[in-house]
Nanobody, 124 residues
C-alpha cells in the first residue's frame, strides 16, 4: 500500500509564494514518477507539474512555467512544489499522484496512487 500526504497549502495574497510537499510512505519501491495536479471548484482536474525519481525528466503546464518549480528529496521520499508569483487563477485543491512508469504525464488516469489534496487559495 502506498500513502501520499500533501501539506503546505493555505491562503496567500496575489504575488505571494507557497511551498507544497508530498510525502510518500508505504511500499514506494518501483514508484518512479510523482506529479502534481490541481482541481478548481467546478473544473476538471489538470496536470500542473511532474518529476521522475532521478529528476531527469520534469514537466510544467504552460500556465505555471517560470513561476512553479518541482523538486524531490529521495532520501525523504518527498516531492516539493515551490509556487511563486501566485495568481487568483491558481486557486484549487492541489493533489499529488504517483505511478511506476518512468515518464511524466498530465493525464490523471495514468496515475495509480493519490493523496487527499491540500487547498491553495490566492486572494486579496
Amino acid at each position: 500500500q502506498v500513502r501520499l500526504v500533501e501539506s503546505g497549502g493555505g491562503l496567500v495574497q496575489p504575488g505571494g509564494s507557497l511551498r507544497l510537499s508530498c510525502a510518500a510512505s508505504g511500499f514506494t519501491f518501483g514508484l518512479n514518477t510523482i506529479a502534481w495536479f490541481r482541481q478548481a471548484s467546478g473544473k476538471e482536474r489538470e496536470g500542473v507539474s511532474c518529476i521522475t525519481r532521478t529528476g531527469g525528466i520534469t514537466y510544467y503546464q504552460d500556465s505555471v512555467k517560470g513561476r512553479f518549480t518541482i523538486s524531490s528529496d529521495n532520501a525523504k521520499n518527498t516531492v516539493y512544489l515551490q509556487m511563486n508569483s501566485l495568481k487568483p487563477e491558481d486557486t484549487a485543491v492541489y493533489l499529488c499522484a504517483t505511478r511506476r512508469l518512468y515518464s511524466c504525464s498530465d493525464r490523471s488516469s495514468e496515475y495509480n496512487y493519490w493523496g487527499q489534496g491540500t487547498q491553495v487559495t490566492v486572494s486579496s
